[in-house]
């Protein structure tokens, strides 16, 4: 593929409680005695990868089957005929004749080109490579055409998608959309809700391979007679399995994921494979799957496991266990492998490290901006975004933030400007404005009172400084990590995931032990102005933090600070975002007590955090502009919206 715009990976997904709930809550359509459908499923650490672009008037795909083998380019024309034939026949690329049909009828698409250049993830073992596809092609038609779809909107695609094709797999399998993250869908009729779940522990699974064979057409079509309405013995055994007796097991399941709790996790597998052998094997043949049972009853497995039951329709496909470590997933997989000959893949549902919050210290005089910022506060400096719409740069940072997956954001104002942000953020249209202004327009007001309700002032009494601001918020972060976000820095990426996301992102690999800090290279003759950092290089864009100082001179900064990669020397300096533990407060208090007079930098405290327990620097895949600086101001006016 020729330049390809953007890369994506789509992991399958596992169905850990609930499987074939989904399709039976559907059938309250026509008998509403039946109880709604309820799984709970997890994205794999397996998938697709996939490098995607526009492409006029075709839909062109190339793919890489999991053991390296190349498939043939496959191509059709982006006209609804071609796409709906191309569905209808059947085969591996009919999944994206679906999804492009949809597309096209809903949202008038062109065409795009995907080289779905990796696969990691086994095809039909219950692990839903097929929606794994969906799902992909539809993300990549949302983010190369703008879109703007929700994930939920990802899914109805891959769904619609889907459905279009000889398959009739539910709509559970599309929530591979939501990651590798534990979910709980509910299905009641053609009304879909998502709970995403937080689990207090990490999970460690193993998926094995039962190198078997099973029918799922046939596992549906047998479970499927039972529905709508029960007409024998077996059939009330089948609602209730797949019913009140899933709710019960279902409920539970969400209890010991959020409670952390690992061995009552792998029982309740083994007791939800017990209701689904008395209830549902009776009714099909291909649910006897002796290679799955003769696995859960090795007594062996339980040295390693605290329980284990199917995967997906069940039958002969895969198993998965609940492992009470990782080294004991290690050792069953070896005995699996010795054993059985079962290839096996890992797991891991992991206990989150997210960042719910954001400060945002907007407290300066704005000297530096003097005489305009007399009448203005800095952060209400006017930006023109690639949009095309004006906004002030508080806005733009505070949409950055959310950008980022951030739900509570703190400003800290001056005493008696915090007026002057609710007015702006919250205030109702009065004089009929809005209704004159273009929709686009309209939709930004709109926009401003959902962030509105996210926001919470906290004053800063006296101008102590950026580290005074920041430990002000310290009762409201309540022990969370939190993000630090500088009022007049403002951010381009140059990837779908924002800038903020980017460090989020890699706060969630080393949050438990270090804090993270976006970092980028600049012109030693400008370091004087930030905060510049340095340390030894661990990956190509991340380095391990050795020292910080605050504005230095530019023979400090050539002296003791300049980094060498590929051997060349330059100097990095913060980019005005941290992800930050709470540690740091402990680090502030301890400088405050050192101070007599003058203000606190978070610099210094963060210095003394990286001498105690390290810290990472990450390299942002995109460009950062500072307002707070006239030249520098007049570089963003000219820049950013470009």
């Not at 008038?108 to 929606?131: C, H």
């Not at 709980?184 to 391979?209: Q, Y």
């Not at 995931?497 to 980017?502: N, T």
Request: net charge negative; hydrophobic share 40%; aromatic share 8%.
């Amino acid at each position: 593929m020729q330049a390809p715009s953007i890369e994506l990976f789509v992991p399958g997904r596992v169905c850990l409680f609930g499987e074939h709930s989904d399709w039976a809550g559907g059938h309250r359509r026509t008998n509403s005695a039946i109880e709604p459908g309820v799984v709970i499923i997890t994205g794999t650490n397996q998938g697709m990868y996939a490098c995607c672009g526009p492409c006029s008037g075709q839909l062109k795909i190339r793919s890489t089957l999991q053991d390296g083998t190349r498939t043939e380019l496959w191509q059709v024309p982006m006209d609804m005929d071609h796409l709906r034939r191309e569905a209808a026949a059947g085969g591996f690329f009919s999944y994206a004749a679906g999804v492009a049909a949809y597309m096209l009828d809903f949202y008038g698409v062109d065409g795009i080109e995907i080289d779905n250049y990796k696969t990691t993830l086994p095809v039909k073992k219950g692990l839903s490579s097929s929606a794994a596809f969906c799902v992909l092609v539809a993300r990549a038609f949302n983010q190369l055409y703008n879109l703007g779809l929700t994930t939920r909107a990802e899914i109805e695609a891959a769904y619609q998608g889907e459905i279009a094709t000889p398959s009739r797999c539910g709509r559970m399998d599309q929530g591979c959309a939501y990651g590798q993250i534990p979910v709980e869908m509910e299905f009641d009729g053609d009304r879909l809700s998502v709970t995403p779940l937080r689990p207090g522990a990490d999970f460690h699974l193993l998926i094995a391979d039962l190198c078997g064979k099973k029918d799922t057409v046939r596992i549906l079509s047998d479970l499927n007679a039972a529905y709508p309405f029960p007409e024998s013995e077996n059939d009330r055994r089948v609602h209730a399995a797949l019913g009140i007796e899933n709710r019960r097991i279902l409920e539970r399941a969400a209890a010991l994921i959020e409670q952390g709790d690992v061995d009552g996790l792998g029982a309740l597998m083994g007791e939800a494979q017990l209701v689904f052998d008395t209830n549902l094997m009776p009714v099909c043949d291909e649910l006897h799957s002796p290679r799955l049972h003769q696995v859960l009853n090795d007594p062996r497995i339980n040295e390693w496991a605290s329980g284990g039951k199917g995967v997906g329709s069940q039958g002969d496909g895969c198993v998965q266990f609940v492992c009470r470590s990782i080294d004991a997933r290690k050792q069953l997989a070896i005995y699996l492998r010795d054993k059985y000959e079962m290839p096996c893949f890992d797991l891991d549902i992991l206990r989150p490290v997210s960042i719910r919050k954001a400060v945002i210290p907007v407290a300066g005089q704005g000297t530096r901006m003097f005489p305009y910022t007399k009448g203005v506060l800095k952060t209400f400096l006017p930006i023109v975004t690639p949009e095309g719409v004006v906004k002030p740069v508080i806005q733009i940072v505070v949409e950055e933030a959310l950008a980022a997956g951030i739900e509570e954001i703190a400003l800290i104002v001056q005493p008696g400007t915090e007026d002057t942000f609710r007015n702006y953020f919250n205030k109702e249209d009065r004089y009929g404005v809005v209704e004159k202004l273009p929709y686009f327009l309209r939709r930004e007001t709109q926009k401003l009172r959902d962030i509105g309700a996210r926001i919470t002032y906290i004053l800063q009494e006296e101008s102590r400084g950026f580290g005074h601001a920041v430990l002000l918020a310290e009762k409201w972060v309540g022990g969370e990590p939190f993000l630090v976000m500088l009022g007049d820095h403002i951010f381009r990426s140059q990837q779908s995931r924002c800038v903020a996301g980017q460090i989020v992102d890699l706060f969630q690999d080393y949050g438990d032990s270090q804090c993270v800090l976006g970092i980028y290279e600049e012109a030693l003759d400008h370091v004087k102005h930030y905060g510049t950092v340095c340390g030894e290089w661990i990956s190509e864009n991340t380095l391990q933090l050795d020292a910080m100082r605050e504005k230095p001179t530019e023979d400090e900064a050539r002296e003791h600070l300049c980094v060498s990669k590929h051997g060349r020397s330059a100097c990095y300096c913060v980019n005005g975002i941290y992800a930050l533990r709470p540690a740091i407060f402990e680090m502030l208090r301890q400088h405050v007590a050192n101070i007599v007079s003058g203000e606190l930098q978070l610099t210094s405290a963060l210095a003394s955090l990286i001498a105690k327990e390290g810290m990472k620097g990450l390299v942002v895949d995109g460009r950062h502009y500072d307002t707070g600086i006239p030249a520098k101001y007049a570089e963003t006016i000219a820049g950013f919206r470009s």
